[in-house]
């Protein structure tokens, strides 16, 4: 049920969001949500530390996920005081000596600046391009006191960096192995994972990470006419994708070497363009030849019937191509003469 309530991971054009959640035991104290405001120009979050292990624990968790939730997520403004009012509200529900810790986070990417408001969550790290670091943030636990002392930091943002919200079991063997700069957004979570599975690790463990993106818009055109051509194809296309998509690039390079394929059975002559649109590819393939029955194929290939057609297909000129594309791509679509295919992913 915790791992059902937790947003899902997020790639888009000016950021990418992943998440780690690792309970000590079989529930967790840990909770975490995002959400999207602002036409996605303003992502607002929080990721809460309830002091406790067990079911009981686990159900205050979730009474403040709502509580937490009908306040930070709704668009308004957050300053220091709102976080004051969850303070009263927190205390009528907490247990005699327990408290929670929590950190809110805000990234406006329209203004480039990223808001923290601490209560008791009190590191983050910031990953940037000619460092890493935990980085302190002061603030008092929530459920302590009526009036506990709550700190705002504003810090202004750039593209290529990461940032991870954490609860302390994360921080604290962070603390504990000593920070490893990677070199990828992807690289930060395999190194997170790993440490969540360290057996110093007694506590639970939940992580947020944002990269700020680059706006990305681009795009690779080639033209194909013989061996040379089509062997130096492979090796840009082999790395635009590993640049843009490394996590789709070996089943997108597949697609797109049979999309290359058909085209070159049929003609002497190939074009492709790739193109990277923020969260999505759209790769083109056209070739010189007199095309092929596209609406026969079509008709051939019924939604949800991949295995029942791959006999037939293998068969059929050209239909092993057509199948693995229709596979591995989000949309396939051909133009009228059979000549022209357009393969798009989102990414």
Request: aromatic share 8%.
């Amino acid at each position: 049920m915790q791992q059902d309530s937790l947003p899902h991971p997020f790639v888009g054009d000016k950021v990418r969001v992943s998440t780690i959640f690792e309970p000590y035991s079989i529930v967790s104290g840990d909770l975490f949500n995002y959400k999207w405001f602002e036409g996605q120009n303003k992502l607002c979050g929080y990721i809460i530390d309830v002091c406790g292990h067990g079911v009981a624990t686990a159900m205050q968790t979730s009474t403040f996920k709502m509580m937490l939730d009908n306040v930070l997520l709704t668009g308004e403004k957050i300053e220091e005081g709102t976080l004051e009012i969850i303070n009263q509200k927190i205390m009528q529900y907490l247990y005699e000596g327990s408290f929670v810790a929590l950190l809110y986070f805000e990234f406006d990417l329209q203004a480039s600046v990223l808001k923290l408001i601490s209560a008791g969550i009190t590191l983050f790290l910031a990953a940037k391009s000619h460092e890493c670091s935990l980085v302190p943030i002061s603030g008092c636990y929530l459920g302590l006191i009526d009036d506990p002392d709550i700190e705002m930091v504003t810090i202004p943002l750039k593209a290529g960096e990461i940032y991870c919200m954490m609860s302390d079991g994360a921080s604290d063997l962070i603390e504990l192995h000593g920070i490893s700069k990677q070199g990828s957004f992807t690289e930060y979570m395999n190194w997170l994972a790993k440490l969540a599975e360290c057996p110093e690790r007694k506590d639970d463990f939940s992580v947020v990470c944002i990269e700020i993106l680059q706006e990305n818009k681009e795009t690779t055109v080639l033209d194909i006419q013989n061996d040379g051509d089509l062997g130096r194809a492979h090796a840009i296309i082999s790395e635009f994708l590993e640049r843009n998509v490394p996590i789709h690039a070996l089943t997108l390079e597949v697609a797109i070497n049979e999309a290359m394929n058909n085209g070159l059975y049929s003609s002497w002559r190939v074009h492709v363009k790739i193109r990277r649109m923020g969260a999505k590819l759209i790769i083109r393939v056209k070739d010189d030849g007199p095309g092929f029955n596209v609406i026969a194929v079509n008709a051939q290939l019924k939604k949800d019937r991949h295995e029942e057609e791959y006999d037939e297909l293998l068969e059929a000129e050209g239909g092993r191509g057509i199948l693995l594309m229709r596979m591995f791509c989000d949309k396939v679509i051909y133009n009228a003469k059979g000549n022209e295919v357009f393969l798009i992913k989102k990414i």
